[in-house]
């Protein structure tokens, strides 16, 4: 049987909420499921924002652009090392993104050289639109760092959350609840998944507003079709939805589940050659994908070595995100930093995470690891 990087893990609370959207029949775009899903997440945040459910975590990124009011000519900044997306938004709008490396410490953007370069860019009168850090791997950035560094130069943060959701960043505040907006992803690997979806979570009451109006095509108030504006059709399904409601059910359970799965890979590959994402104290982690390194001169083997011999074994893993400015369709795009995240590349591997996975079939995965690093070279 195939050892899958995240599966979709269902509880079978979905099918009880499923069947009450159809006996309803509320099968439409729009229903009390969805409204029940926003309300779900929001209690869950315990925190004074709103929460908008769409068709994506990227929809949410782009009307939380819109919302910025982004366009043409603006800068935004961006974690290199991210999902294409959790950039692409940025070029829909005509924008120039501007990539930035992470700390070795915590393996998220890092904040000294977004200050620097802030402050720099400030004196030249260029300062970005809006900056987009990653909550990589389930790991909540530095939010006070970056609140207060874009609340001094008035610039939008827009967190991008889609790997979080249920991670907390210091005591008693989630994931997810940072910035002016943060966005949400309930795609099928994630934590959670509502088989596909997003939610965009902003402290702006004005923002929620317009993203519900722009992700249901723009429509004025009137008894025909008018539009006065360009929308999208981003609202998620009421049926999705009520997926993702059975799901919410379970998030603790599922972060804890990965938590562990976390901890037995640490405890039998730890070793010289090997390191795992840390975790800086304050933080909690979802460990939505448990990250490693692989440093080629210590151990004898690659990266690659590693994944293809999982991959003959049918176990799935996966490089850790290629920069966006090594991404050939950023090439020549402005990146700063020293290729913190360029090494983790090179170097990095996603193992097997997923909270459906059995302690029999994690083994089965670290036997074949340790093999391969016993093996003489």
Same mark, same amino acid.
């Given at each position: 049987?195939?050892?899958?990087?995240?599966?979709?893990?269902?509880?079978?609370?979905?099918?009880?909420?499923?069947?009450?959207?159809?006996?309803?029949?509320?099968?439409?775009?729009?229903?009390?499921?969805?409204?029940?899903?926003?309300?779900?997440?929001?209690? +869950? %945040?315990? &925190?004074?924002?709103?929460?908008?459910? /769409?068709?994506?975590? !990227?929809?949410? $990124?782009?009307?939380?652009?819109? *919302?910025?009011?982004?366009?043409?000519?603006?800068?935004?900044?961006?974690?290199?090392?991210?999902?294409?997306?959790?950039?692409?938004?940025?070029? +829909? %709008?005509? &924008?120039?993104?501007?990539?930035?490396? /992470?700390?070795?410490? !915590?393996?998220? $953007?890092?904040?000294?050289?977004? *200050?620097?370069?802030?402050?720099?860019?400030?004196?030249?009168?260029?300062?970005?639109?809006?900056?987009?850090?990653?909550?990589?791997?389930?790991?909540?950035?530095?939010?006070?760092?970056?609140?207060?560094?874009?609340?001094?130069?008035?610039?939008? $943060?827009?967190?991008?959350?889609?790997?979080?959701?249920?991670?907390?960043?210091?005591?008693?505040?989630?994931?997810?609840?940072?910035?002016?907006?943060?966005?949400?992803?309930?795609?099928?690997?994630?934590?959670?998944?509502?088989?596909?979806?997003?939610?965009?979570?902003?402290?702006?009451?004005?923002?929620?507003?317009?993203?519900?109006?722009?992700?249901?095509?723009?429509?004025?108030?009137?008894?025909?079709?008018?539009?006065?504006?360009?929308?999208?059709?981003?609202?998620?399904?009421?049926?999705?939805?009520?997926?993702?409601?059975?799901?919410?059910?379970?998030?603790?359970?599922?972060?804890?589940?990965?938590?562990?799965?976390?901890?037995?890979?640490?405890?039998?590959?730890?070793?010289?050659?090997?390191?795992?994402?840390?975790?800086?104290?304050?933080?909690?982690?979802?460990?939505?994908?448990?990250?490693?390194?692989?440093?080629?001169?210590?151990?004898?083997?690659?990266?690659?070595?590693?994944?293809?011999?999982?991959?003959?074994?049918?176990?799935?893993?996966?490089?850790?995100?290629?920069?966006?400015?090594?991404?050939?369709?950023?090439?020549?795009?402005?990146?700063?930093?020293?290729?913190?995240?360029?090494?983790?590349?090179?170097?990095?591997?996603?193992?097997?995470?997923?909270?459906?996975?059995?302690?029999?079939?994690?083994?089965?995965?670290?036997?074949?690891?340790?093999?391969?690093?016993?093996?003489?070279?």
């Amino acid at each position: 049987m195939r050892i899958y990087l995240s599966r979709p893990h269902m509880s079978g609370n979905e099918e009880k909420r499923v069947a009450e959207a159809f006996a309803s029949n509320f099968v439409a775009p729009l229903g009390p499921q969805l409204d029940a899903f926003e309300a779900s997440v929001r209690e +869950y %945040l315990n &925190a004074d924002v709103h929460c908008v459910g /769409l068709s994506s975590g !990227s929809a949410a $990124l782009h009307l939380s652009l819109r *919302a910025s009011e982004v366009g043409p000519g603006d800068e935004v900044w961006v974690s290199s090392m991210t999902f294409a997306g959790g950039i692409f938004p940025v070029n +829909y %709008l005509g &924008a120039t993104p501007r990539f930035f490396d /992470l700390d070795p410490k !915590s393996w998220t $953007l890092d904040t000294a050289i977004i *200050a620097e370069e802030l402050a720099n860019a400030s004196a030249e009168n260029r300062l970005p639109k809006a900056i987009i850090p990653t909550d990589l791997y389930g790991q909540s950035v530095d939010l006070d760092s970056l609140e207060k560094l874009a609340a001094h130069y008035g610039v939008r $943060l827009i967190v991008d959350s889609a790997e979080s959701l249920g991670a907390s960043f210091q005591e008693g505040r989630k994931a997810g609840t940072g910035g002016d907006a943060a966005i949400l992803s309930f795609n099928g690997n994630k934590i959670i998944t509502s088989s596909g979806g997003g939610i965009l979570v902003t402290r702006h009451k004005e923002w929620a507003d317009k993203a519900r109006f722009l992700a249901t095509q723009a429509r004025d108030p009137a008894p025909h079709y008018e539009h006065s504006s360009l929308g999208y059709n981003y609202r998620l399904s009421n049926i999705c939805a009520a997926i993702g409601l059975g799901q919410m059910e379970v998030l603790d359970s599922r972060v804890a589940r990965r938590r562990e799965i976390f901890i037995r890979y640490q405890n039998n590959l730890s070793q010289s050659g090997i390191t795992f994402m840390p975790e800086p104290e304050g933080l909690r982690s979802t460990r939505w994908l448990t990250a490693i390194t692989i440093d080629p001169t210590q151990t004898g083997v690659t990266r690659e070595d590693i994944r293809n011999m999982l991959l003959e074994h049918q176990i799935e893993s996966r490089p850790l995100w290629k920069p966006m400015h090594l991404q050939p369709l950023y090439a020549g795009t402005t990146y700063h930093g020293s290729g913190v995240d360029e090494r983790l590349f090179t170097d990095g591997l996603c193992l097997p995470s997923g909270s459906d996975m059995t302690d029999e079939q994690q083994d089965e995965v670290i036997h074949h690891i340790k093999k391969i690093l016993e093996k003489p070279h």
